[in-house]
């Protein structure tokens, strides 16, 4: 069982920054999995990012370049690093952890992020 909770969200202007944090009950270097998703009102949740325990980071298209994850082993943590913000970035963001075996996933209860053009 693993517990993970996101802190970090608020509303920021377009071209801003803000850093998320997924915080996790247990190591981290055990999750082989870690990632962020959103999902804005009115569409279905989307990837965002993921790392591997390895370290190993993918992203969607559309965070390329100005999204960036990061895992810190010792504090439990992942962070998502956001910046240029765009006001298409709002939505809710939720932290996934995954464990590859036995096959368990566990999802945070989100942050909201808030955009403003």
């Known amino acids: 069982q693993v517990h993970v909770v996101e802190s970090g969200g608020g509303l920021v202007q377009a071209g801003g920054s803000l850093r998320l944090s997924c915080a996790a009950s247990?190591?981290?270097?055990?999750?082989?999995?870690m990632g962020w998703y959103r999902q804005a009102p009115g569409k279905q949740r989307e990837l965002v990012a993921t790392?591997?325990?390895?370290?190993?980071?993918n992203y969607a298209d559309s965070v390329k370049g100005r999204f960036t994850i990061s895992r810190d082993n010792a504090k439990n943590t992942v962070y998502l690093q956001m910046n240029s913000l765009e006001p298409e970035d709002t939505a809710v963001y939720y932290c996934?952890?995954?464990?590859?075996?036995?096959?368990?996933?566990?999802w945070g209860q989100g942050t909201q992020v808030t955009v403003s053009s």
């Open positions: 790392i591997t325990s390895g370290g190993s980071a």
């Open positions: 996934n952890a995954r464990i590859v075996n036995p096959l368990s996933v566990y």
């Open positions: 247990r190591s981290i270097f055990s999750i082989n999995v």
